[in-house]
């Protein structure tokens, strides 16, 4: 228990964390109040004293968000998961985000994975496996609609297959590269190659 905070405050606060444990957020007053069996008045003093003693935070000077927070003042790891959604297809011409051909989604770190719009996409085959990314493996992307050489990147071919591999833009075509000896490098056009997305990292079951 925090040394700081008074037997009230730490009980509290031990509710929140039991919800937002058990829910993935934080309860809202009203709820609170209910839940404790104590006015709206004083649980809004107890977030208050929590805030001030640095063991919350609140977006917004009355946010009804609240992050835990641990002892470095950042966001505690219960309050730092994002979902984002696991593509099954890639539609050309469609921003990824406005997309609804999804496959499920993935859970992550927020305090590693910043991005707006991430989205992930489950690999087949090994044709990447000299790059540590294996059949299965779920790769976490960025949208974007460039690359520059050398990048991870996922390209949609022919306005119709999503393809994971090494970017290169040469003097009269796009070269999509494999790590991995058995598969050649791929040459297209330049308007045969739509990029949608740069690597950021991967998920792996275990």
């Known amino acids: 228990m925090n040394p700081d905070l008074t ?50 935070r609140r977006e917004g000077r009355y946010g009804r968000v609240i992050h835990l927070l641990n002892a470095s003042g950042e966001k505690a790891g219960t309050m730092r998961w994002r979902e984002v959604p696991v593509i099954g297809t890639i539609a050309a011409g469609l921003p990824l985000y406005a997309q609804q051909e999804w496959a499920g989604s993935l859970v992550l770190d927020s305090g590693l994975y910043k991005g707006q719009n991430l989205f992930a996409l489950k690999i087949t085959g090994d044709s990447m496996k000299d790059a540590a990314i294996l059949d299965g493996d ?55 190659v739509l990029i949608q997305g740069k690597v950021i990292g991967l998920v792996r079951e275990l």
């Open 138 to 192: 779920m790769v976490i992307c960025e949208p974007r609609q460039f690359a520059r050489n050398g990048e991870i990147v996922v390209a949609l071919i022919h306005q119709e297959e999503a393809t994971v591999k090494r970017f290169f833009h040469r003097e009269t075509h796009i070269e999509l590269r494999p790590e991995n000896p058995a598969y050649k490098p791929m040459v297209y056009a330049f308007n045969e």
């Open 7 to 56: 037997p009230r405050q730490a009980e509290f606060l031990q509710y929140l964390e039991k919800r937002i444990a058990g829910t993935g957020k934080a309860p809202s007053l009203r709820q609170a109040a209910e839940d404790t069996g104590i006015s709206h008045a004083a649980v809004a003093q107890l977030i208050r004293a929590l805030e001030e003693k640095g063991t919350i």
